[in-house]
């Protein structure tokens, strides 16, 4: 499975971003799908994550209540929803795709990563 994840950008804190993460060479619909997220100096860390039915959803606390994952499975398409963005958000955005429904929050759940999209927010 191939993922290239877009959407990233410059936003003011408050302001809001939509990523998409677009996924070829696989049955989409078969996959969980996650985004993770990278500060510099830090490690990756979960942010959200939808199962292969979209039935179900995570999130990290840190973003509860602030942004949404959805998917889209005829276009084999998982999207993040990002509202009320605060500089604390700032990072390398990477989705991840799952065939199943195994460690979702966790980096080692995924067996294939897009290559990620930068998104900055200002103060």
């Known amino acids: 499975v191939q993922l290239q994840a877009s959407g990233g950008g410059l936003v003011q804190a408050g302001g809001s971003l939509r990523l998409s993460c677009a996924a070829s060479?696989?049955?989409?619909?078969?996959?969980?799908m996650g985004w993770f997220r990278q500060a510099p100096g830090k490690e990756r860390e979960f942010v959200a994550a939808i199962s292969w039915r979209g039935g179900s959803t995570y999130y990290a606390d840190s973003v509860k209540g602030r942004f949404t994952i959805s998917r889209d499975n005829a276009k084999n398409t998982v999207f993040l929803q990002m509202n009320s963005l605060k500089p604390e958000d700032t990072g390398v955005y990477y989705c991840?795709?799952?065939?199943?429904?195994?460690?979702?929050?966790?980096?080692?759940?995924?067996?294939?990563w897009g290559q990620g999209t930068l998104v900055t927010v200002s103060s």
């Open positions: 991840a795709a799952e065939p199943g429904a195994g460690h979702l929050t966790r980096v080692y759940g995924y067996d294939y």
């Open positions: 060479g696989g049955i989409f619909s078969r996959y969980s």
